[in-house]
T-cell receptor, first 113, second 114 residues
Framework: AQSVSQHNHHVILSEAASLELGCNYS??????LFWYVQYPGQHLQLLLK??????LVKGIKGFEAEFIKSKFSFNLRKPSVQWSDTAEYFC???????????FGTGTRLQVFP | KAGVTQTPRYLIKTRGQQVTLSCSPI?????VSWYQQTPGQGLQFLFE???????NKGNFPGRFSGRQFSNSRSEMNVSTLELGDSALYLC?????????????FGSGTQLSVL
């Protein structure tokens, strides 16, 4: 069965530190990949997505993610985090041909000033 | 444009009872999906509806059911509640079907089962 793994459950960083959150999926076919973010007290919202083309995608607020097909990975990165990036981050995968969006368990990021 | 609206915001029930949650999608959106969010489990897909038809179902027992009305509003029902059903239930809508390009989430209904 299709699954998504986020191995970092809780990440604590200081402002200006670099961030990389891991995401691996288990589906071998063609996939669409997403990162969603949930700021404290707010709705889940889309951060960035990959459908095809350039495997390095840029999203809102300076985030980017790289799709590495050979590693079944779609890691999220940001060169310099801010206190306002404190949130929970969810990776999600949708295999082409199905309508199910499978989410990972989420990574809680805390950024301290 | 109003966002996805879920009611009620909070709900407290006891074991064995049943509950109905409501979701009004963004105007013009015809696809509605439901997710269960629990700490440590992330979001788990429950089901998706489009044009009043269930298109996909997750791995949840038959106690979990849903439906969609002609105005795209959706309801989710859980019968014979168990303690483990305590969770945040999220509804998401999208304009397209077949491609989860972007889901718009509601604030959720926090269900506590005592």
């Amino acid at each position: 069965a299709q699954s998504v793994s986020q191995h970092n459950h809780h990440v604590i960083l200081s402002e200006a530190a670099s961030l990389e959150l891991g995401c691996n999926y288990s589906y071998g076919g063609t996939v669409n990949l997403f990162w969603y973010v949930q700021y404290p007290g707010q709705h889940l919202q889309l951060l960035l997505k990959y459908f095809s083309g350039d495997p390095l995608v840029k999203g809102i607020k300076g985030f980017e993610a790289e799709f590495i097909k050979s590693k079944f990975s779609f890691n999220l990165r940001k060169p310099s985090v801010q206190w306002s990036d404190t949130a929970e981050y969810f990776c999600a995968v949708n295999s082409r041909g199905t309508d199910k969006l499978i989410f990972g368990t989420g990574t809680r990021l805390q950024v301290f000033p | 444009k109003a966002g996805v609206t879920q009611t009620p915001r909070y709900l407290i029930k006891t074991r064995g009872q049943q509950v109905t949650l409501s979701c009004s999608p963004i105007s013009g959106h015809r696809s509605v999906s439901w997710y269960q969010q629990t700490p440590g489990q992330g979001l788990q897909f429950l089901f998706e509806y489009f044009s009043e038809t269930q298109r996909n179902k997750g791995n949840f027992p038959g106690r979990f059911s849903g439906r969609q009305f002609s105005n795209s509003r959706s309801e989710m029902n859980v019968s014979t509640l168990e303690l483990g059903d305590s969770a945040l239930y999220l509804c998401a809508s999208s304009p397209l079907v077949g491609i989860n390009e972007k889901l718009f989430f509601g604030s959720g209904t926090q269900l506590s089962v005592l």
